[in-house]
């Protein structure tokens, strides 16, 4: 699981949805989130290393939440590669399908896009 400390900037209801902008690591998030939900200011960003999707870094994603990043090591598994790169201070990591991975050409220090959807991020505070 991938988890980074943010700060809420923005909540806005729209029906039973609350669209929340949060800052973490210098850089803006979009989040949908179920009414009712009470949120602190600060709250922890959560993430499946499955749900991280990889591009060029020359590609047009249609996404809210697209950051650029480079490799920092990887560790090849017959089906997946764990991929590990650096948003500000932290460590995150995606798990790849080792045939995209290999297609791609996939190394260390490459640098790359990559995104999460606004749905797959789960927003906790430290009272839950």
Same mark, same amino acid.
Not at 39 to 67: C, G, M, R
Not at 86 to 106: C, I
């Given at each position: ?30 989040? @949908?989130?179920?009414?009712? %939900?009470?949120?602190?200011? !600060?709250?922890?960003? &959560?993430?499946?290393? *499955?749900?991280? #999707? ?37 460590? @995150?990591?995606?798990?790849? %399908?080792?045939?995209?991975? !290999?297609?791609?050409? &996939?190394?260390?220090? *490459?640098?790359? #896009? ?15």
């Amino acid at each position: 699981m991938n988890i980074l400390d943010a700060t809420i900037e923005t909540i806005v209801p729209h029906g039973e949805l609350l669209y929340v902008q949060a800052r973490a690591a210098d850089s803006m998030f979009a989040i @949908l989130a179920l009414t009712p %939900l009470e949120l602190p200011q !600060k709250v922890h960003l &959560l993430f499946k290393e *499955t749900d991280i #999707l990889l591009a060029h870094k020359d590609s047009a994603l249609l996404s809210p939440n697209v950051y650029a990043a480079s490799v920092q090591s990887i560790i090849k598994g017959e089906l997946f590669w764990q991929v590990a790169f650096g948003f500000g201070a932290h460590s @995150l990591v995606a798990l790849v %399908l080792a045939e995209n991975a !290999k297609a791609q050409n &996939l190394e260390s220090q *490459t640098e790359f #896009l990559w995104s999460i959807k606004p749905t797959e991020i789960t927003l906790q505070s430290d009272d839950t």
